[in-house]
């Protein structure tokens, strides 16, 4: 194989960047996120089992479920017992939790936020418009299933699920990072095309990156 | 309040009037009159707050009604001023100049209805729904279900229940031989 047929095949696996304009083209990264491999076993474990005692959490309501949030943080439930702090951006998060339905315009945020945070990255869905629209599933303007546009690790069902129903999720989480199977950032590499198709055919004005490094 | 309704009855064609309690009143008037008559009862008559601008589809008449919702804080009356449109050439004149935050509702009305203010500042930039391409959702004849099940993905496995039957199955089962039930006819 020779350097021009290299070059070639590494300016297809580029990014398109369609939606920003061209003149701008140059000031945003074009490169696909690439698949991060677990360590060696045993170093490995070590790291989940750190980071599952410290998961910072993004502030971001997505949703009505967010009021769920408030009591969580504060001194009633105190999720701090647990090892989670609220986080105001998403480059310092790892958790995500969507609070329920999320409109269009909301799902374009979702997006772009979850692809800013760094990894390892962790998603909770909370209430049943995450997981097949809940009461709002012939709405015009909320989506029906989230795990077509983010990966999800653990859904919490109810409406609204109560802060106790939300830190038994957080244990679930706990237990599924410290078990390895949380690999959501990597599933979203890998299928990277079919989120981008899905997220591309309900958010008509993609005005961004196509991935936001 | 009925002196204020008779002042206005001089002033422009009434279409109706309602009273629907003692601090809610409806008025209907021409669609020309309404920045007179709106301007009138801000200035001169105290009704200095324009609570809501709200729309309705009246589908089978042809024709929307405008709600401009004003509230007097001196003696605590509502009155709403409402206007029919045509649906087919849906056009409304602004009332930003009256009140300022009026473009907001205006903006929301123009993206949910399809009812266009000329002259509204920004009135045709999108505000919730970002990149819409098909007709108003807000619209009678717009389907949301079917719109919903081309766009959105449905989980299989979703069930409805009636709430009344639900309850007397799995609750209310021996309803006649419960004690602890209270009947009313007892």
């Given at each position: 194989?020779?350097?021009?047929?290299?070059?070639?095949?590494?300016?297809?696996?580029?990014?398109?960047?369609?939606?920003?304009?061209?003149?701008?083209?140059?000031?945003?990264?074009?490169?696909?996120?690439?698949?991060?491999?677990?360590?060696?076993?045993?170093?490995?474990?070590?790291?989940?089992?750190?980071?599952?005692?410290?998961?910072?959490?993004?502030?971001?309501?997505?949703?009505?479920?967010?009021?769920?949030?408030?009591?969580?943080?504060?001194?009633?439930?105190?999720?701090?017992?647990?090892?989670?702090?609220?986080?105001?951006?998403?480059?310092?998060?790892?958790?995500?939790?969507?609070?329920?339905?999320?409109?269009?315009?909301?799902?374009?945020?979702?997006?772009?936020?979850?692809?800013?945070?760094?990894?390892?990255?962790?998603?909770?869905?909370?209430?049943?418009?995450?997981?097949?629209?809940?009461?709002?599933?012939?709405?015009?303007?909320?989506?029906?299933?989230?795990?077509?546009?983010?990966?999800?690790?653990v859904y919490i069902a109810?409406?609204?699920?109560?802060?106790?129903?939300?830190?038994?999720?957080?244990?679930?989480?706990?237990?599924?990072?410290?078990?390895?199977?949380?690999?959501?950032?990597?599933?979203?590499?890998?299928?990277?095309?079919?989120?981008?198709?899905?997220?591309?055919?309900?958010?008509?004005?993609?005005?961004?990156?196509?991935?936001?490094? | 309040?009925?002196?204020?309704?008779?002042?206005?009855?001089?002033?422009?064609?009434?279409?109706?009037?309602?009273?629907?309690?003692?601090?809610?009143?409806?008025?209907?008037?021409?669609?020309?009159?309404?920045?007179?008559?709106?301007?009138?009862?801000?200035?001169?008559?105290?009704?200095?707050?324009?609570?809501?601008?709200?729309?309705?589809?009246?589908?089978?008449?042809?024709?929307?009604?405008?709600?401009?919702?004003?509230?007097?804080?001196?003696?605590?009356?509502?009155?709403?001023?409402?206007?029919?449109?045509?649906?087919?050439?849906?056009?409304?004149?602004?009332?930003?100049?009256?009140?300022?935050?009026?473009?907001?509702y205006q903006r929301e009305?123009?993206?949910?209805?399809?009812?266009?203010?000329?002259?509204?500042?920004?009135?045709?930039?999108?505000?919730?729904?970002?990149?819409?391409?098909?007709?108003?959702?807000?619209?009678?004849?717009?389907?949301?279900?079917?719109?919903?099940?081309?766009?959105?993905?449905?989980?299989?496995?979703?069930?409805?229940?009636?709430?009344?039957?639900?309850?007397?199955?799995?609750?209310?089962?021996?309803?006649?031989?419960?004690p602890m039930i209270r009947?009313?006819?007892?």
């Open positions: 194989m020779n350097k021009k047929h290299m070059d070639e095949i590494e300016n297809q696996m580029k990014l398109a960047n369609a939606g920003i304009p061209e003149k701008e083209r140059d000031l945003f990264a074009d490169a696909r996120p690439v698949k991060v491999d677990p360590f060696n076993k045993y170093y490995e474990g070590f790291l989940n089992w750190a980071r599952s005692r410290s998961l910072w959490m993004l502030a971001f309501g997505t949703g009505c479920g967010a009021i769920e949030l408030r009591p969580l943080m504060t001194s009633r439930y105190d999720m701090s017992r647990y090892g989670i702090a609220p986080r105001p951006t998403p480059r310092q998060a790892s958790v995500f939790i969507i609070g329920g339905y999320s409109s269009i315009k909301t799902i374009k945020r979702i997006v772009r936020s979850y692809e800013q945070m760094q990894g390892p990255k962790y998603v909770i869905a909370l209430g049943s418009c995450t997981i097949n629209g809940g009461m709002y599933y012939d709405s015009y303007n909320t989506i029906n299933r989230l795990d077509y546009y983010i990966p999800v690790d109810g409406c609204m699920p109560r802060p106790e129903a939300l830190i038994a999720g957080f244990n679930r989480l706990k237990e599924k990072i410290r078990a390895g199977e949380c690999e959501g950032m990597n599933e979203y590499t890998e299928k990277f095309d079919w989120y981008k198709s899905n997220q591309k055919q309900i958010i008509k004005d993609w005005n961004m990156p196509d991935y936001n490094w | 309040m009925e002196q204020l309704i008779r002042k206005i009855k001089g002033m422009v064609s009434l279409k109706a009037y309602i009273k629907q309690r003692d601090d809610l009143h409806f008025i209907t008037v021409k669609k020309e009159q309404l920045e007179l008559i709106l301007s009138h009862l801000k200035n001169n008559e105290g009704f200095t707050h324009l609570a809501f601008l709200q729309a309705v589809d009246f589908i089978e008449d042809g024709k929307f009604q405008l709600t401009y919702m004003l509230c007097n804080y001196e003696t605590n009356v509502n009155l709403g001023v409402l206007v029919l449109i045509d649906r087919d050439k849906a056009e409304m004149n602004s009332i930003h100049s009256l009140w300022a935050h009026a473009w907001q009305l123009f993206e949910l209805y399809g009812i266009d203010f000329p002259g509204s500042p920004r009135v045709h930039e999108s505000f919730v729904l970002e990149g819409w391409d098909e007709i108003p959702p807000m619209r009678r004849d717009f389907d949301t279900l079917e719109y919903s099940d081309q766009t959105f993905y449905q989980r299989p496995g979703r069930s409805t229940n009636d709430p009344a039957e639900y309850m007397k199955e799995k609750m209310y089962k021996n309803y006649a031989a419960s009947r009313d006819n007892e």
